[in-house]
Structures are given as C-alpha cells and as structure tokens.
C-alpha cells in the first residue's frame, strides 16, 4: 500500500509539497523470481529472487519559475 498527500499552490506561487510513502504496511513480497534451477531444462543451477522494498518515507518541494 502506497500514499501520497500534496499542497499544490495557487498558479502565481509556483510552489507544491508532498509527502510520500511506499510499503506502509512493511509487508515482505517478492518483487520479482526467475526459476533456473534444472539444468536438464536449459536452467543455469540456481533461482533468482528479488525482494521488494521496505517501508519508505519522503517529501517533495517543488518551486516552479
């Protein structure tokens, strides 16, 4: 579960902020797997498994001129 709350300014301003986060709940998930265990099959000997990332926090300032 992802959030992102923003101010946008009016259009004289030219200014917006946000803040972010990504993975609110810290839930481990794999982003991504790719069996190549058998090696009769044309695998290389292995899997490959990528892990999703962890919960993230961020904020955004923007200045438009």
Same mark, same amino acid.
């Given at each position: *579960? &992802?959030?992102?709350?923003?101010?946008?300014? &009016?259009?004289?301003?030219? /200014?917006?902020?946000?803040?972010?986060?990504?993975?609110?709940? &810290?839930?481990?998930?794999?982003?991504? +797997?790719?069996?190549?265990? &058998?090696? !009769?099959?044309?695998?290389?000997? /292995?899997?490959?498994?990528?892990v +999703?990332?962890?919960? *993230?926090?961020?904020? !955004?300032?923007?200045?438009?001129?």
């Amino acid at each position: *579960m &992802n959030a992102r709350l923003a101010l946008l300014g &009016n259009s004289s301003h030219h /200014f917006s902020a946000a803040l972010w986060a990504k993975n609110l709940t &810290n839930r481990q998930y794999l982003a991504y +797997g790719l069996a190549q265990r &058998n090696p !009769e099959d044309g695998g290389l000997g /292995f899997d490959y498994v990528l892990v +999703g990332a962890p919960r *993230m926090f961020g904020a !955004e300032v923007t200045f438009r001129y």
